[in-house]
């Protein structure tokens, strides 16, 4: 009886496997069809499509909030750090390439195929989404398995069986339509890339291990320090089909899974004392730390063109939405170049950004003295950046350095200032930080809170609170789309509009 027990068992996780791989995969491709022959990224579609089946699925009694019956869906949404190690890798090389001025050659050792499979989107593409679904489950179950992670989870006993499934998988899911220079060559580039991203997923969990004693850092901050050093080390590395697959699809698929989760929740989190609050905040505040830092780009720093807007956004928030669209080519090529190196340059902030946040968990309060200090930095650095983007006259080399200190000040300003507005407001740290992280869509906030930085109650709610803001992102998606039919220039007044109300709806949120 044992025997079938556990044959059962085997075939139910395949099962399972199975149809997350059919939901997640579904939703990005039909909310690609949803843009497509647009400018509009398809993840302000994975949102609203997220949160309806989580919702759907809870409410029919399929599942129970946190989608506990659905291992993998779950399992699925937590692999963020997996999905930004591409990004941070990239960004190493750009940064780099601008230090030291190299000259790269651009020859690609791939033409994807230009033929579509689904309206919106290729061949190539589809192979990529699907190699990136592979991809992060089999890179993170091995990652399990190295490490002996055992938590009482259904899935504890098959970490060894998804990592074969997914890193066989994604060594496999070539599309046989690209024009491919080499091959074999191509095929082991790819492995390699499997190999460091799970060496150093591997690695930035013993590093947090072993100096939690000291300060309890995330993983995903060490995982971004050494992906962006190996980045430096070989900036000339032309990247395999990892690499490409991550960028173009593991952001949309970790978004689908999590707001899959974070719908699950949506009767749950009403029913927390403080939670509206928390909500009200986490959605008034992105307007203000996304409409207000357009602003300034455009009205101090004279720099209003999708190529400065897109890519600064996306770093200076670590947007999750906005660094997805920018790494899959969503808002045009010259975001894409400069995203990553805005995603990465923020991260040096990290050192002090979870720092005091680790130490604020340690004492259970902010750290006022040292928020208010960090909070000042980030204006000084917030007003030279405007002033080199101000003077930039369009010259590349310039606008990328002013991005690079917008990025990192406004940073400092969106992360410490909201923390000390919540903190001011007699919010909780637990629900500040949870509030904060989706209020500006801080994948690194969120990533933290997610491993338990904060909490268990925060971990678990943390998809729901961080999906809701998202609901704005029709607006976000809607005026960068606009800006990219107005040839690259966005339209000043719906932004300064938007701001506005956002301001006038943290006051609400902290009042009422």
């Given at each position: 009886?044992e025997y079938f027990n556990d044959q059962m068992a085997n075939a139910h996780i395949l099962n399972q496997f199975w149809l997350t791989f059919l939901l997640v995969i579904s939703m990005v491709l039909v909310s690609r069809t949803f843009v497509a022959g647009t400018r509009y990224s398809p993840i302000l579609i994975i949102v609203v499509f997220g949160l309806i089946m989580g919702y759907v699925m809870v409410s029919t009694g399929m599942g129970t909030p946190g989608l506990r019956e659905f291992p993998i869906i779950d399992?699925?949404?937590?692999?963020?750090?997996?999905?930004?190690?591409?990004?941070?890798?990239?960004?190493?090389?750009?940064?780099?390439?601008?230090?030291?001025?190299?000259?790269?050659?651009?020859?690609?050792?791939?033409?994807?195929?230009?033929?579509?499979?689904?309206?919106?989107?290729?061949?190539?593409?589809?192979?990529?989404?699907?190699?990136?679904?592979?991809?992060?489950?089999?890179?993170?179950?091995?990652?399990?398995?190295?490490?002996?992670?055992?938590?009482?989870?259904?899935?504890?006993?098959?970490?060894?069986?998804?990592?074969?499934?997914?890193?066989?998988?994604?060594?496999?899911?070539?599309?046989?339509?690209?024009?491919?220079?080499?091959?074999?060559?191509?095929?082991?580039?790819?492995?390699?890339?499997?190999?460091?991203?799970?060496?150093?997923?591997?690695?930035?969990?013993?590093?947090?291990?072993?100096?939690?004693?000291?300060?309890?850092?995330?993983?995903?901050?060490?995982?971004?320090?050494?992906?962006?050093?190996?980045?430096?080390?070989?900036?000339?590395?032309?990247?395999?089909?990892?690499?490409?697959?991550?960028?173009?699809?593991?952001?949309?698929?970790?978004?689908?899974?999590?707001?899959?989760?974070?719908?699950?929740?949506?009767?749950?989190?009403?029913?927390?004392?403080?939670?509206?609050?928390?909500?009200?905040?986490?959605?008034?505040?992105?307007?203000?730390?996304?409409?207000?830092?357009?602003?300034?780009?455009?009205?101090?720093?004279?720099?209003?063109?999708?190529?400065?807007?897109?890519?600064?956004?996306?770093?200076?928030?670590?947007?999750?939405?906005?660094?997805?669209?920018?790494?899959?080519?969503?808002?045009?090529?010259?975001?894409?170049?400069?995203?990553?190196?805005?995603?990465?340059?923020?991260?040096?902030?990290?050192?002090?950004?979870?720092?005091?946040?680790?130490?604020?968990?340690?004492?259970?309060?902010?750290?006022?003295?040292?928020?208010?200090?960090?909070?000042?930095?980030?204006?000084?650095?917030?007003?030279?950046?405007?002033?080199?983007?101000?003077?930039?006259?369009?010259?590349?080399?310039?606008?990328?350095?002013?991005?690079?200190?917008?990025?990192?000040?406004?940073?400092?300003?969106?992360?410490?200032?909201?923390?000390?507005?919540?903190?001011?407001?007699?919010?909780?740290?637990?629900?500040?930080?949870?509030?904060?992280?989706?209020?500006?869509?801080?994948?690194?906030?969120?990533?933290?809170?997610?491993?338990?930085?904060?909490?268990?109650?925060?971990?678990?709610?943390?998809?729901?609170?961080?999906?809701?803001?998202?609901?704005?992102?029709?607006?976000?998606?809607?005026?960068?789309?606009?800006?990219?039919?107005?040839?690259?220039?966005?339209?000043?007044?719906?932004?300064?509009?938007?701001?506005?109300?956002?301001?006038?709806?943290?006051?609400?949120?902290?009042?009422?």
């Amino acid at each position: 009886m044992e025997y079938f027990n556990d044959q059962m068992a085997n075939a139910h996780i395949l099962n399972q496997f199975w149809l997350t791989f059919l939901l997640v995969i579904s939703m990005v491709l039909v909310s690609r069809t949803f843009v497509a022959g647009t400018r509009y990224s398809p993840i302000l579609i994975i949102v609203v499509f997220g949160l309806i089946m989580g919702y759907v699925m809870v409410s029919t009694g399929m599942g129970t909030p946190g989608l506990r019956e659905f291992p993998i869906i779950d399992f699925a949404s937590k692999v963020t750090i997996t999905a930004l190690s591409a990004s941070f890798f990239v960004g190493g090389q750009e940064i780099r390439k601008l230090i030291s001025n190299q000259s790269i050659d651009n020859t690609d050792i791939v033409e994807p195929s230009a033929d579509e499979m689904f309206l919106g989107t290729k061949f190539t593409q589809f192979m990529f989404l699907i190699r990136a679904f592979f991809i992060m489950i089999g890179v993170e179950s091995l990652k399990r398995t190295i490490i002996g992670y055992s938590n009482n989870e259904p899935l504890d006993n098959f970490y060894p069986l998804l990592g074969y499934i997914g890193v066989v998988g994604s060594i496999i899911l070539i599309d046989y339509r690209a024009k491919i220079t080499n091959k074999p060559v191509y095929i082991r580039k790819g492995m390699i890339e499997t190999g460091l991203i799970l060496s150093i997923l591997v690695l930035a969990y013993y590093i947090a291990t072993w100096i939690r004693p000291i300060i309890a850092l995330p993983e995903i901050f060490f995982a971004m320090i050494l992906s962006v050093t190996l980045g430096m080390l070989f900036s000339r590395w032309k990247f395999g089909p990892t690499i490409r697959s991550l960028l173009f699809a593991g952001i949309p698929v970790v978004l689908a899974a999590n707001f899959m989760v974070g719908g699950s929740r949506i009767a749950e989190a009403f029913s927390l004392t403080g939670m509206t609050s928390v909500l009200s905040f986490g959605f008034f505040g992105q307007l203000v730390w996304m409409f207000g830092g357009l602003t300034l780009l455009i009205v101090l720093g004279h720099a209003n063109h999708m190529r400065n807007l897109a890519p600064g956004m996306a770093g200076s928030l670590s947007h999750s939405g906005l660094t997805g669209a920018c790494t899959a080519g969503d808002l045009g090529y010259e975001a894409q170049l400069r995203a990553p190196i805005m995603i990465n340059i923020p991260f040096i902030g990290h050192i002090f950004v979870f720092s005091i946040l680790a130490a604020s968990a340690t004492s259970g309060k902010l750290l006022i003295p040292y928020t208010l200090l960090i909070v000042a930095i980030g204006m000084l650095l917030t007003w030279l950046a405007l002033r080199t983007l101000k003077t930039a006259n369009s010259r590349e080399k310039q606008e990328i350095r002013g991005l690079m200190i917008f990025s990192l000040g406004w940073q400092l300003v969106a992360v410490f200032g909201g923390l000390l507005i919540l903190n001011l407001g007699g919010m909780g740290l637990n629900d500040s930080v949870m509030a904060n992280a989706s209020a500006i869509s801080h994948f690194g906030l969120f990533a933290a809170i997610q491993g338990g930085m904060f909490g268990e109650q925060a971990a678990g709610m943390i998809a729901f609170v961080f999906a809701m803001p998202f609901l704005v992102h029709p607006l976000v998606f809607g005026i960068f789309g606009k800006t990219a039919e107005n040839n690259g220039v966005m339209p000043v007044k719906i932004v300064f509009i938007l701001a506005a109300i956002g301001i006038l709806g943290v006051l609400y949120a902290l009042v009422f």
